[in-house]
Structures are given as C-alpha cells and as structure tokens.
C-alpha cells in the first residue's frame, strides 16, 4: 500500500484541515505515501459520524473507484449495494409522460456509500498507522500558523468553511445562486432484488430510477448503504425555484416529515413508483438521516493564501461545488485527492503556489471541467436545452445511448467536446453507428409509463 521509501520522505510533513471524506482520502493517501500527516477537525471522531447528516448521497462510478484503489482503500463495491444502472423517465409540464429509458452502466458499477461511515472508517485507520488527528476548529488566523509548520497544507473543510479563502473562479462559475432546493432521506424495508422497481427495469433493485418533471423538479432513488442500517435506500429530489415540489421541501424539519414529504411527493406526481415508496421506513436510530438545502455551483481557485504568505492547496468541495444532480462532487473530490497524493509523492521540490497552481489546472482538464458541464446538461440548463433534448430522445430509442447518456455519470469526458446540436448528432453517430436523423426519427412520446405492481410480502417470501 505505501507507494513510496518512507525513509527518504520522512522529512516531508502536510496538514489537512477538514476530516469529510475528502479530507480524510487525502489525509490516509499523504500519509501512506511517507508523509508526516496532521488532521485537523472542528469535531472529534464519534460526532463525525454521529452527530451530523451525510454531506450528501456520494454515489459513485468506476473512475472514483479506481482512484480509492490506486491509494489501495476500500471502493465498499463488496459491502455496498451495487448500482448497475439508471432509469430515467420524463414527463414535460402537462404531466405528459414523454421519455423512459434504462440504461445499464456498461463495465462499472454505482455505490452510494453514506460519507460518515468511509470518512470514519479511514480515520481510524489514518490514526491506526500513526497520523496525527487534532480535534480543532482552525481559523484564518491559525491556519497561517499551520501552514507555516508544514511543506504542504490542504483546505478540505466543504463548501463553507475555510473556503472564502480561495477566490471564486468567474469564467467556470456560471450561476450567481443554486439552481434547485433538495431534500434527501435515507430509509429502510425495501430490498435491492430485481422484484422491486421491476416495472421500471429487469434488474429492478440493482438500477436506480430518476423521475424528471419539466416544471417542478426530479426525484430519485438509489441503493445506499447507511453507516448502521447497512444496505438501504436514499431519496434525493430537486426543487426549481417557485414550483409546488420548492414549497413541500422547504417544510422538512426531521426525518419523519422528510419521509412523509417524499411519499406524498410520490402520492400526488410520480404514482408509477409509489408502492416501493410506500413500503419504505425512517431509520428510526439515526435523527441525521435527512438533509436539505441547496448548492450554488461554485468553482473556486485551488491556491489560497494565509495572512503570512503561506500558499495553501483547496480540496473536494472547497475546490469545486456542485449540483449533486449528475453525482458529481463527492467523485471529483476523491479523484483531486487521489491525483494530489500521487503528484506530492513524487515531487523532490517545494509545494509551493505554481505546483499548487498546475496540480489544480490538471484536475479541472482531467475530471471537474467535464464534470460541471455533465452537470448543466442534467440540471437542463438553456443553453444545453436541444441538445439535451436530442440526447434524452435517442436514449430512449437506443439502448447503446442509453448506456453511453448514463455513464456520463462515470466518465464525463464525452461531453466537453459538445457545444452544439451538430456535435450531439455527431456523438449519438458515433455510439449507436446510427445517423441522429435516424435515431431521433424513430422516437415516439411514451404515451403512458408502466405502472408498479409490487407487493411487499410477496417479494419476501
Ligand atoms: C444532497 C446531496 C447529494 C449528493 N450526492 C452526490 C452523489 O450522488 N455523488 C457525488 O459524487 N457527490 C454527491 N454530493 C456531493 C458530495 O456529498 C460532496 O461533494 C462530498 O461529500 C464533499 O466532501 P468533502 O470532504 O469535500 O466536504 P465535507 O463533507 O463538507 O467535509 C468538510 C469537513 O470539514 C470540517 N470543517 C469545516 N470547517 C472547518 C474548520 N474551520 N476547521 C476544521 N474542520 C472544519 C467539516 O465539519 C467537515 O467535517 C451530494 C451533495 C449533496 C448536498
């Protein structure tokens, strides 16, 4: 696991301040890579992983996953339920019933892996191997002193935080305020086998199914493991601004009434899928198992600089927030992890700010740029509306494009190079060796979704 001769690294020390799973990915990978490594956290281990909400769903693909392996951590692909695949459905703002689509991840799977849990498991075991974890809420102030005491400082302390630090890039950022309010609960009494959500898939359970409403939002589900209940099920569903889904989100005060929201949410719009929701339960043991708000995609600067002159790298969502419509932010944080550990390691001179400066510029081309454009596609951003249109279409007659539409999920890259209607075509050409003409030809309206017939006790017998 350790990549490097301690010996000839000993003298090398990093802090990172922020113990979120980022943090903590980086904290563990610095310090296998024979680095003198301090944690710091504004909270000790057991509030961390009782005390607060998941950051947020953090499900995650293939290329993640291979980035927690190259630091030789646990991808929980053999713990976790496994996702292998997405169902989509679109209905426009009469409530037509347009699109649907299943597309299977094509040689990757999902997990959804509650982020207190990985982050509390790799610090017991970043304590375990002789890191230094100190319980403290660092300032701008202390973090000059810290940063004085080390070769390398990370800032991983999430969307708040520390993170004014570092300057908010204008030409990457493009909204001035969130796009969506959210509401997610995690929940149990629902199994992952193919007779649950069977009328949306044949892997039923195994895939995860999104629902897109033109003018309200989306509601999804998705296999998860929560850090007690284990194997579960998560809910996470966006709001437009003003709409009707806007004002029943905002009234979730507990898990309970998060729960009750969503099923009534499910009652009154989305019936196809209401007998698996209402055979879903609150996790009774876990008053954090909700969460709402809203992100404003942010896309900061990855130097900073401390009162003293110290520069200081940001990390995970101190770097880059995202909508979490695409799955974006917690994958983008563990591959700038994993690319930070891996380019200290073999770096002889100063961390100084142009090698802070040129690891960020690699990361932004190598994952975050593509992964906050993915991310404007599915948030149906205008200026990706028709081609967004055209993609949606030739999914839902191309099972090929259905596959290749959901793994920009996994592997955002594809999309960068799209910026027109042609180039759209040119990509559903070049994955289905169909004209778009003749893909987006054979499209018809749904007309009507399948409907559930699941049975609870029939499944389980
Ligand atoms: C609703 C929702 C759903 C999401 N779904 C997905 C998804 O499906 N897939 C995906 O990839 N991403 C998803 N994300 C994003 C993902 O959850 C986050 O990107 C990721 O968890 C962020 O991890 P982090 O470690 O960077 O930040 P955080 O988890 O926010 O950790 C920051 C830590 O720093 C600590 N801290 C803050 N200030 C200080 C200080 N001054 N001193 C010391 N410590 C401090 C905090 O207490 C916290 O422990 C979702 C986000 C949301 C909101």
Redesign the pocket.
Known sequence: MTSQNPASRSTRSAAI???????VTAALGLLDAGFEVTL????DQPA?RNDVPA??????FGVAQQAELALGLDTYTARAPRHTGLSVRIADPERNELIAFDGDFDGYVGV?VD?RLKADERLTAFRERGGRFVV????PETLDGIAAAHDLTLV???????SDLFAVGTTRTVYDAPQRS?L?VTVTGLDHDPGVFAHRSPAGGGHSGFSIFADQGEGWWGPYLHKDAGPSWAF?GWARPGSDWEKRFGAADSAASAHRIVTELYRDYIDWDLPEVLATRVIEDDPHSW?K?A?RPVVREGVGRTAGGHPVAS????SVA?D?IA???????LIQAQRLVAAAAVHDGAFDENWIAARYAEFLAARSDAAAKVTRLFLSDPEFADIGGQFFAAAAVEPRFASALVGLLHHPQPFLGVDSVEAAGAYIEKVTGVSAADVLGRFQPAGRFERSAFAPALTRA
Do not use: F, K, M, N
């Open positions: 301040v922020g113990a979120g799973q980022t943090g710091y956290s504004d909270r961390l950051t947020g769903t953090a499900l995650e959804a982020t403290e809420q660092v300032t991983a302390t999430g969307r708040g935080g520390l959210l997610t996470l969460l708000g992100v990390l995970g969502d101190t995202y979490p799955g974006q932010g917690a994958q983008s944080g």
